[in-house]
């Protein structure tokens, strides 16, 4: 019964809900001013007609200086600190103009007030009114606390963004804030926004006191390293962690609760996202015919996404997966008024894109199409070979003959002393492109031909972590091939905006590559996904743990580490400070058309054999594959 009132109480509009508060408050008030002669005299005390003037003039005088001073526009449900000094204010300086009216009006009916009567009154009205609001506040707090049960979060830092989020929160039925966890030690005990904030040292305590099972990292501004120690600190604990985007993502208080989004495990890499220079992201697009290649594959896809917007005069989709194609197709005509063509076909076929590059005028190539699964390509190498190198022939051919303007591959680290095929794929497709480049530069076309190099994409299709995700999702176990095995990774927009810079900045040739900072270890990063999923590492210091973690053994052609750069012969630096160049050794445009018609030949006989022979051969020489250059190095010798 008592629930029931309360919420019928807290359903009714807020101007019935002020009207109640204000009745409430004048007898109160009423009480507040007779209590006080009361305690005054000792007894129990019947007033004489002035004395009841006076009493009754209390809440004349109160109310609208509780008005003036806010006290009804704060909701009781959320009242804070701020709200509870007003009401200070608020009485005190009711009390005083009371105690003036009784003296200049004389209606005390005892020739005088006595001195302790304003006093005790000013006391008793505090209580009463104050304590009337903390008690509707804890006791309209019932029925939300029922209903919430077992869905209560905290919010990690109670600044501006926390604040709004955790209004946003309150008004939805999913999840509810318990509090704030904030590191400034000034506001531990405090209430910020109606919310208790606490020690992040209480976590403990407040997770079996409010059986919280969630907890939402509101620092927006913090930079990558602070919020790595902080997802650190929470993944100790079993609960589920989520953050909030940084500051530049975020469009207004009402959508945080949108934005929330699940601990991206670049979360966890301890680097800031690299920034773009605006000045290069539209050289090459903006006002241009763009042709994608891959477009409906994790790379291309988010290419054709950032082109669209832009402004390109054409998109040009080339794509051999009919619903990738629909897809992409669909997402880039909602966002640009570009032109979009959608072609379904390949790069191996070369009167396909021979067609699309003249009759569409196109003067900026993106070539994303690969085969990069190392597994899958090892076990079909003539199709990975005809793809991957034979593709990247073609397409580029085209382009040169088309007069292309910029052509950009999308590269990897695998292709640095490649131990499989398919990094030996990739490392060949550089070697064409830097070819192409350099046929460019002597017949002095001002044809820019490059290449991009980075680490692995986080999320994209292949990558590690959508199958560590798989596989914690299904209670394990989760599987890595070596305890050692270490890689570089960067975000899918991170990636794709180094290739839209790198085009801009190429001179011919060029190999670019982004500092990712530290490689990760693939056995650490399948622990914090567990941990952040609120699971526990099952092995022998956590025989209970939920989620086992096994060891499958390296895979034919998998490397321990990546590498980055091949020759530090002519490393440098470039107009960006987080990219860099290298510009290594290729072939003579005679011994790449040799290599290639030997190739083709294989290729024709489907002698696989021969075919990674031969790829492997060329891709490892030494000739091509100078002392490995450590990432740190280059930063210390770019040139100016």
């Not at 405090?190 to 904030?197: E, F, I, M, Y």
Request: hydrophobic letters at 45%; a positive charge.
């Amino acid at each position: 019964m008592p629930e029931r009132l309360l919420s019928k109480v807290s359903g009714m509009k807020r101007r019935h809900k002020q009207l109640l508060m204000g009745l409430v408050d004048i007898w109160l008030l009423v009480f507040s001013g007779w209590g006080a002669y009361v305690l005054r005299f000792g007894e129990i005390f019947t007033p004489n007609l002035r004395q009841v003037l006076l009493i009754a003039a209390a809440p004349a005088i109160a109310l609208p200086i509780f008005i003036r001073l806010g006290l009804y526009r704060s909701v009781i449900r959320y009242m804070s600190e701020y709200a509870l000094w007003s009401m200070v204010k608020a009485m005190t300086l009711a009390s005083i103009l009371w105690t003036i009216l009784a003296f200049f009006t004389e209606m005390t009916g005892y020739g005088g007030l006595p001195r302790s009567v304003p006093i005790l009154y000013w006391m008793l009205g505090l209580i009463f009114i104050g304590g009337s609001r903390i008690i509707a506040r804890w006791a309209l707090w019932i029925p939300l606390r029922s209903r919430f049960n077992g869905h209560q979060v905290l919010i990690y830092g109670a600044g501006l963004a926390g604040q709004q989020l955790a209004a946003t929160l309150r008004q939805g039925k999913e999840l509810f804030p318990a509090g704030f966890l904030d590191d400034d030690q000034r506001i531990h005990g405090t209430d910020v926004a109606g919310l208790r904030v606490y020690s992040p040292s209480m976590l403990p305590k407040l997770i079996e006191r409010f059986e919280i099972r969630d907890v939402i990292v509101t620092l927006p501004s913090a930079s990558g390293l602070r919020r790595r120690e902080v997802v650190s600190f929470l993944e100790q604990h079993m609960i589920r962690v989520r953050i909030l985007p940084a500051l530049t993502d975020i469009a207004s208080g009402r959508l945080l609760v949108n934005m929330v989004r699940e601990v991206d495990v670049g979360d966890l890499l301890g680097r800031d996202p690299v920034v773009a220079d605006p000045g290069l992201l539209g050289k090459c697009i903006t006002g241009k015919s763009v042709l994608v290649t891959g477009a409906g594959g994790s790379i291309g896809s988010e290419l054709c996404r950032q082109i669209a917007s832009l402004s390109p005069r054409r998109l040009v989709l080339l794509e051999s997966c009919e619903h990738a194609l629909y897809q992409i197709d669909r997402i880039v005509r909602l966002s640009t008024d570009a032109e979009i063509v959608s072609c379904l076909g390949t790069v191996e076929d070369l009167r396909l894109v021979s067609s699309l590059l003249s009759k569409y005028k196109v003067q900026t190539v993106y070539h994303a199409a690969a085969h990069k699964h190392v597994p899958l390509v090892e076990a079909n190498i003539v199709e990975g070979i005809h793809n991957n190198i034979v593709g990247t022939n073609t397409i580029a051919s085209a382009a040169f003959k088309a007069g292309v303007s910029t052509f950009v591959l999308i590269s990897t680290d695998k292709a640095v002393r490649p131990t499989n095929v398919m990094g030996a794929t990739k490392r060949w497709a550089e070697l064409i492109v830097q070819n192409f480049a350099q046929m460019a530069q002597q017949l002095g076309t001002d044809q820019r031909f490059c290449a991009v190099r980075f680490g692995n994409v986080l999320g994209s299709s292949g990558s590690v972590i959508p199958l560590f995700k798989e596989q914690i999702s299904q209670g394990g176990p989760v599987t890595v091939t070596h305890s050692e095995v270490t890689r570089y990774f960067m975000s899918i927009h991170e990636a794709v905006e180094l290739v839209i810079q790198a085009g801009s900045m190429a001179n011919g040739g060029d190999i670019f590559l982004l500092d990712m900072g530290d490689p990760v270890k693939i056995a650490d990063l399948a622990r914090n996904m567990i941990h952040l999923a609120g699971r526990t590492v099952r092995d022998q210091y956590n025989p209970e743990g939920d989620i086992e973690i096994v060891v499958t053994g390296l895979r034919p052609g998998e490397k321990l580490y990546e590498e980055l750069l091949i020759s530090s012969a002519n490393g440098c630096g470039t107009d960006h400070p987080k990219i860099m160049r290298a510009n290594e050794p290729y072939p003579t445009a005679e011994e790449l058309t040799s290599l290639l018609s030997q190739l083709h030949k294989m290729i024709d006989q489907l002698d696989s054999d021969k075919a990674k022979e031969l790829v492997m051969s060329v891709a490892t020489q030494d000739r091509y594959t100078e002392i490995a250059w450590p990432v740190q190095a280059a930063k210390y010798q770019r040139s100016a």
